[in-house]
């Protein structure tokens, strides 16, 4: 398993603003990845952190309003940039662990979530 | 890219029955098919997960039935508790090379005391 903590756990901002959040791992992942999950709705991919290169984005998002980082296999930030009301979200990290050679990846962890309202 | 359907949205079971919630994926490469269960303001918690060489999988009393032809998977909670409600959501995701998920839309699930 994974111990996945993520900060801030909520924030309120004013549009127009910028806000980062971080993602850390106790130990060593394969795979990141940002999600978002608006108001009462599903879980929506917003890209893969790759370390030492860039995102991989999604359909629909964009390197300029969700810059990525993943400086090593432990962490990551995702910031929401020039935000608007509509960006009013929880923002997740997940994190799949190292499995063996030749074996499929198993479980995803999830962070605690970053609830952001902007207002 | 993958489509993952997800029915019913909301479901109300008396407490002691069982509670059926069905997926359909649309890419036939997709091979990996975790459930989640989040609970009100908490993080989505793995429940039980499918691999497409297998048919069934049971866990006390939770159970996950694939059929590849027809590319739909259900879960099954038997003998309900009220801990039990929750959003459950259903994922695919093609393993061995691009594990990111693809969620379904979440199902409400209600146990009624």
């Known amino acids: 398993s994974a111990v996945i903590s993520q900060k801030p756990s909520r924030d309120i901002c004013q549009r127009g603003t910028s806000l980062t959040i971080q993602c850390q791992v106790d130990?060593?992942?394969?795979?990141m990845f940002w999600y978002r999950q608006q108001p009462g709705q599903s879980l929506t991919l917003i890209a893969t952190?790759?370390?030492?290169?860039?995102?991989?984005?999604e359909s629909g998002f964009v390197i300029d309003k969700f810059p990525i980082s993943r400086p090593n296999l432990t962490f990551s930030t995702l910031t929401v940039s020039n935000m608007s009301p509509e960006d009013s979200s929880i923002y997740l990290c997940?994190?799949?662990?190292?499995?063996?050679?030749?074996?499929?990846?198993?479980?995803?962890?999830f962070g605690p979530g970053t609830r952001l309202t902007v207002l | 890219g993958e489509n993952v359907e997800q029915h019913p949205s909301t479901l109300s079971v008396q407490e002691g029955d069982s509670a059926v919630i069905k997926c359909t994926y649309s890419?036939?490469?997709?091979?990996?098919f975790p459930w989640y269960k989040q609970e009100l303001g908490k993080r989505p918690q793995l429940i039980i997960d499918?691999?497409?060489?297998?048919g069934e999988k049971k866990d006390q009393r939770i159970a996950v039935t694939l059929n590849k032809t027809a590319k739909h998977f259900s879960l099954h909670i038997t003998e309900t508790q009220p801990e039990d409600s929750a959003v459950y959501f259903c994922?695919?995701?093609?393993?061995?090379?691009?594990?990111?998920?693809?969620f379904g839309t979440g199902t409400r699930l209600t146990i009624i005391p």
């Open positions: 997940s994190v799949l662990p190292y499995s063996a050679p030749g074996q499929g990846a198993d479980e995803q962890f």
């Open positions: 130990s060593q992942v394969t795979m």
């Open positions: 952190a790759n370390q030492g290169s860039e995102a991989t984005y």
């Open positions: 890419d036939s490469a997709s091979n990996y």
């Open positions: 499918i691999r497409s060489n297998v």
């Open positions: 994922a695919a995701s093609y393993n061995f090379g691009n594990e990111k998920l693809t």
